[in-house]
C-alpha cells in the first residue's frame, strides 16, 4: 500500500522538478555582435557553459582564463590583473566598475561566469 501512494505522489501528481536555469548564452553573444554563422560559435557557447557552472574566481584566476571571458579586452584584464596585484582581492565584482574601460554591460557580461 505504502508503495502505491508512494508511485502515484512522484509519478502520477507529479513531482515538481528544480533546477538551476541556464544562462541565455546566445543572447549574450547577440548582444556583442557574434552570429552563429562564426566558425567557433559553439566552442564559444560551450565554453561560456562550462564557465557558467564553473565560474571563475577572479581573485585567483590567470590572464589565459580570463581571456576565456570573449567579453573581455586584454587591457581590461591586464587592468584587473594589475590592481588585484596592487590592492589585494576583489571584495565585489561591483568593483570591477572602478575601471574606465568596463562598464556596466561589461559586468554584466561577465557577472554569470566570475
Known amino acids: 500500500m505504502k508503495q502505491t501512494l508512494l508511485f502515484f505522489v512522484l509519478f502520477v ?38 564557465l557558467y557552472t564553473h565560474p571563475l574566481q577572479i581573485n585567483h584566476t590567470t590572464f589565459d582564463s580570463l581571456k576565456l571571458l570573449i567579453f573581455l579586452s586584454d587591457s581590461q584584464i591586464d587592468n584587473i590583473l594589475s590592481f588585484r596585484e596592487k590592492a589585494g582581492c576583489f571584495r565585489h565584482p561591483n568593483e570591477l566598475l572602478l575601471f574606465p574601460s568596463i562598464s556596466k554591460n561589461d559586468l554584466e557580461n561577465i557577472r554569470l561566469f566570475i
Request: charge should be negative; aromatic fraction near 10%.
Open 13 to 50: 501528481t507529479g513531482y515538481p522538478v528544480f533546477c538551476q536555469q541556464l544562462p541565455d548564452i546566445e543572447r549574450i553573444l547577440e548582444q556583442q555582435e557574434i552570429s552563429a554563422s562564426q566558425e567557433n560559435y559553439d566552442e564559444i557557447v560551450n565554453t561560456l557553459l562550462y
